[in-house]
């Protein structure tokens, strides 16, 4: 059971890592983009 629980934990984890690193892609993108605009 406590396996599981670690195991939950870790997808997490990555689910949440992952999230934040396409955030800041697209961020990163949208700057591009700005400042190749003006």
Do not use: D, Q, R, Y
């Not at 406590?2 to 870790?10: A, Q």
Request: glycine letters at 8%.
């Amino acid at each position: 059971m406590e396996t599981n629980l670690v195991l939950e934990g870790v997808k997490f984890m990555i689910l949440g890592m992952g999230t934040v690193f396409v955030f800041l892609i697209i961020m990163i993108a949208c700057m591009n983009i700005m400042s190749s605009v003006i």
